[in-house]
């Protein structure tokens, strides 16, 4: 008898953001804040392997340490896709799937590294289960694991409002970015906690943030309660007016016009601001590769 060749990988990238701007612009009564950010998508990130499995068990490796597997977004957007199209339709034969993870940003950094790779896991399941579930059904799933996953579903660099799911394209410039993270944990939930955090930042339209560009209200706190932090931008501000923090931190960014240009400013930084250069993209790559695996 002839064996089956094994069912094949799919191999997608799960690419960084910055965020360019980030306005806190009130706060829900349900402990929410509302914003308004400019997410611009980078070629650059982690990339995850996907293995169909004949049986309905989905593993990942390697463990990340210090993230319990019930807390990795990974296994929970994987998890979560099985039971929505359970609950759709009961009679669906879904397999398994081995998940290896090559993590190349920083944990923590401001990067979406964990949204990224959740949303490239929705993605990709759909794909190799064949669900043909539409990107807003994906994008939805994904608000329930996190605010920022529906904009990497969706795919494009955005203008983001309300808890950062309102979603609007944008058509950024072309541009290079030397990342820089600073060792240090920045906790989210503490900043958008903390009593000193600005929440009034009146709102702009997205003509405003073309014209004039945007802040971040988490970088002045960030930078009182983490010196590495506030180090790090001290020592960018030399190389470039554009200068800030992505995120609640830790890494910030500049912008260069040429990738010689960035590498040169990456060659000078210190030993304790570990970094990339990246190219802002428009169209997140994991859907060029999934184009480019519809061809094959």
Known sequence: MTQKPPPPSL???????????????????????????????????????????????????????????????????????QSVVRQLNPSVALTGVDIELDKRLPLGGGLG?????????????????????????????????GADVPVFVAGHSAWAEGVGEQLTPLTLPSRWYLVLTPRCEVSTARIFCHKDLTRDTAPITVAAFHEQGGKNDCQPLVRKLHPEVDNALIWLENFSSTAQMSGTGASV??????????NGILSRAPSELPGFVARGVNRSPVYQALTDRTKD
């Open 11 to 81: 191999d997608l990238p799960a690419p960084a953001k910055l965020n360019l701007c980030l306005h806190i612009t009130g706060r829900r009564p349900d402990g929410y804040h509302t914003l308004q950010t400019a997410f611009q998508l980078l070629d650059y990130g982690d990339w995850l392997r996907f293995t169909p499995r004949p049986d309905r068990q989905i593993s990942l490796s390697p463990a990340l340490p210090g993230f319990p597997p019930e807390d990795n977004l990974i296994l929970r957007a994987a998890r979560r896709l």
């Open 113 to 145: 590294g964990g949204s990224s790779n959740a949303a490239t896991t929705l993605l990709a399941l759909n794909e190799l289960w064949q669900l043909n579930l539409p990107v807003a059904q994906l994008q939805a799933i994904g608000l329930e694991l």
């Open 253 to 262: 960014f500049a912008a260069f016009d040429s990738e010689a240009e960035a």
